[in-house]
């Protein structure tokens, strides 16, 4: 952390509400793969901010071998989710 006029900075922290949409459409893809699977949905680890992007990479893949697999997805609520996030990102950028 450093201070600089009296604000406690965070380096390398993105805007709370942009890392936890990232961390939330994680989930929601992790969920959709585990439906398709007709497996339990358990819950994504929070990972640190710089690992998020990974983290995404990971369930999106997973997601994508279970619509090779099975066949089986809500791609709307796989669409609705993805608008969902963005939505919020939107609105947790700062301008």
Avoid at 28 to 52: F, I, M, T
Avoid at 69 to 80: E, L, P, Q
Wanted: aromatic residues 0%; proline residues 7%; positive net charge.
């Amino acid at each position: 952390m450093r201070r600089g006029g009296g604000v406690v900075q965070q380096p390398d922290r993105h805007p709370p509400v942009v890392a936890d949409a990232v961390h939330q459409l994680a989930q929601r893809l992790a969920d959709a793969a585990a439906d398709a699977r007709g497996e339990p949905r358990r819950p994504v680890p929070r990972l640190a901010d710089h690992a998020l992007a990974d983290q995404l990479q990971v369930v999106a893949r997973e997601l994508s071998e279970a619509v090779r697999d099975t066949g089986a997805v809500d791609i709307d609520a796989v669409r609705r989710s993805v608008d969902d996030v963005r939505g919020l990102m939107l609105r947790g950028v700062p301008r």
